[in-house]
């Protein structure tokens, strides 16, 4: 359990980790720049989390190498850079009121699998599950496509509310520039997995 509140972060690696039980973020500037997200769910060897609520946060830059951003998983907003493990079990996130200024690399990005650093895929038991996001709103396009890359991991009940790209309200994965690619590469894009769910929502639409 932890309180972040009413801070003004300049990072050039993650900027939050997410890493305790019912952490609470709210009320912050984030400045970040070329390493690292601006919110991390990776990295250790054995993730159990749930119950994070981040609120009311502004990121006011992102200087990640856009030419460079291909090469690596741990270059979005909301991210998560998975190393070999055996549970990784990340459920009941949320996301409320997020304004992310200009341009951003990427938005999301979930690396399961290991490529770049020949570590070892991870076992079938790890899920990600109940990641809510409310009132996100981006003011450009993202640069490059958000990446899924997890394959033989469940990853559902992704749930978006008022998602705003570029100024318009994403509506499925396709409009949200989502793809379930393999080892971090769109080119080998991969179709959604059947156990998987995302859900939008737009104010105003049925």
Known sequence: RGLLEDSFIRSNDDSIKLFANDMTVRNCVIWQQEGGAVFQMGWWTTHVVSGAVVEDVDVIHTEWLHNHVTETGNSGVFNLLACPINDYYVHNMSWNRIRVEGTPARLIMIEMEEPEYEKPPLTDNSTLTAWHF???????????????????????????????????????????????????????????PANSKFTFTCPGRG
């Open 134 to 192: 409310r009132d996100v709103e981006v003011e450009g396009f993202p640069l490059n496509s958000d990446i899924i890359s997890a394959a033989g991991i469940v990853v559902t009940d992704f749930e978006f509310v008022n998602l705003q790209l570029n100024g318009s309200c994403a509506t499925d994965v396709q409009s949200a520039g989502i793809l379930f690619a393999k080892d971090n590469n769109p080119s080998k894009g991969s179709p959604q």
